[in-house]
Antibody, heavy 126, light 108 residues
Framework: QVQLVESGGGVVQPGRSLRLSCAAS????????MHWVRQAPGKGLEWVAV????????YYADSVKGRFTISRDNSKNTLYLQMNSLRADDTAVYYC???????????????????WGQGTMVTVSS | EIVLTQSPATLSLSPGERATLSCRAS??????LAWYQQKVGQAPRLLIH???NRATGIPARFSGSGSGTDFTLTISSLEPEDFAVYYCQQRSNWPTWTFGQGTKVEIK
């Protein structure tokens, strides 16, 4: 079945780095753009980044621009999020999400996200 | 940046009652609006895309309406499993996306 599985979360000190992975299965990964979305404890959802289906374009929320890098390896059906210069306010559950195919945009998918991973927790603390 | 404001923050209702949730955009987002349901400890689930279209497998008691700046998610008759937090989302500010702050539907 269609599935996304995140990994790589953990506890990290402020200023350090962490790389998250999202393994995709059950669909043609290389055809879809992909997103990262995060949720701080007890808070709402925050969109983090998007990458085009072929990796040609990447966009970020202002809160992570210059610190986080989204990437993908279509040969491995895997999405990544490299997080540098981590801060306490980056503490959150990080979800990878696949856009639906209801309407196809240039980046590889719709505006809504129909497949989500289970999330991986990142805690930034000294 | 387009801001989505959801109201009310909390909705206290009983099973069988009708729930009406609002999402207002700070500027027009056309029909580029989606609704999600999230239960505690779970990932969000897509309910509605393009303002009024139910996602695959979503029960007919869920409906979405609106365009421009004002949108509504209606649950016609609440089932016990519908008590959760609901988020609206837009992507009109291409190519970035934003979510509303959420509405919690709780049992009265």
């Amino acid at each position: 079945q269609v599935q996304l599985v995140e990994s790589g979360g953990g506890v990290v000190q402020p200023g350090r780095s962490l790389r998250l992975s999202c393994a995709a299965s059950g669909f043609i990964f290389s055809s879809y753009g992909m997103h990262w979305v995060r949720q701080a404890p007890g808070k709402g959802l925050e969109w983090v980044a998007v990458i085009w289906y072929d990796g040609s374009n990447k966009y970020y929320a202002d809160s992570v621009k210059g610190r986080f890098t989204i990437s993908r390896d279509n040969s491995k059906n895997t999405l990544y999020l490299q997080m540098n210069s981590l801060r306490a306010d980056d503490t959150a559950v990080y979800y990878c999400a696949r856009p639906s195919g209801y309407n196809w945009n240039e980046y590889g998918g719709d505006d809504a996200f129909d497949i989500w991973g289970q999330g991986t927790m990142v805690t930034v603390s000294s | 940046e387009i801001v989505l404001t959801q109201s009310p923050a909390t909705l206290s209702l009983s099973p069988g009652e009708r729930a009406t949730l609002s999402c207002r955009a700070s500027q027009s987002v056309s029909s580029y609006l989606a609704w999600y349901q999230q239960k505690v400890g779970q990932a969000p689930r897509l309910l509605i895309h393009a303002a009024s279209n139910r996602a695959t497998g979503i029960p007919a008691r869920f409906s979405g309406s609106g365009s421009g700046t004002d949108f509504t998610l209606t649950i016609s008759s609440l089932e016990p499993e519908d008590f959760a937090v609901y988020y609206c989302q837009q992507r009109s500010n291409w190519p970035t996306w934003t979510f509303g702050q959420g509405t919690k539907v709780e049992i009265k």
